[in-house]
């Protein structure tokens, strides 16, 4: 009978876990960027006793890959990836990957993120413009044009589909393999003036939260209804004795 108590304590942890992905969607919906995450759970069957108890597992943090809205800035050093990549950056972290295309020149020529990180080309080094050189022209390839000179081209580095993304700061991630540059732009590229909003549904997120409200009151409901039947056991056995 004391089983109920700890399968009612796995689905209050379960709970949790969701509860805790959903708040953090919400509070990045409006993050240029960034990738939704999401959790799956396994049932753990435990045989130690007579009959089978299912648990539920800790669950696995997963991070939603899809592309989310391009919007359009016509800020000349605003870009978005199309397509299965991302852009490279160069952090205290080491090297982060993202789909957050707003950028910036510092004074001295540097291409940097809004967060004053060094953008990568496809070899992993930074890029540097010339500051007096007005707006950049960017193409598909990620080349960069100012006063028609060449200055380098934007990094779009393709992440293995097996490979688990660990969240960096902002809208980052980091994989558990290393990415590989891409050199085929046909079905790939970068897009000026555009920035990509996170890929999160607000809508979904709420219907989901309110999913988890009713598993929580479900809970409860069902760790309440086990307490009481252990108490009218006890007292059962009690006035027997």
Known sequence: MQSSFYVGLSGQMTVERRLTTIA??????????????????????????????????????????????????????????????????????????????????????????VNGDAVLDAGGSGLILDPAGGAPTISSDGMITQNGAQMGAIGLFSIDPSAHLTRAAGSGVIPDQAATPVLDFAATGVLQGFVENSNINPVLEITKLINVQHNLDGVTQANQTADTSLQDAIKALGSQS
């Open 24 to 113: 953090q969607n919400i509070a990045n919906m409006n993050t240029a960027g960034y990738k939704a995450e999401g959790v799956t759970f396994d049932t753990v069957l435990s045989q130690t006793g007579e009959t089978p108890v299912a648990f539920s597992a800790n669950g696995a943090d997963y991070i939603d890959r899809s592309g989310g809205e391009r919007v359009k800035t016509d800020n000349p050093l605003d870009v978005a990836v199309q397509g299965d990549a991302w852009f490279g950056v160069k952090t205290a972290q080491g090297t982060v990957y993202t789909h957050d295309g707003r950028m910036q020149m510092s004074p001295t020529g540097q291409l940097l993120t």
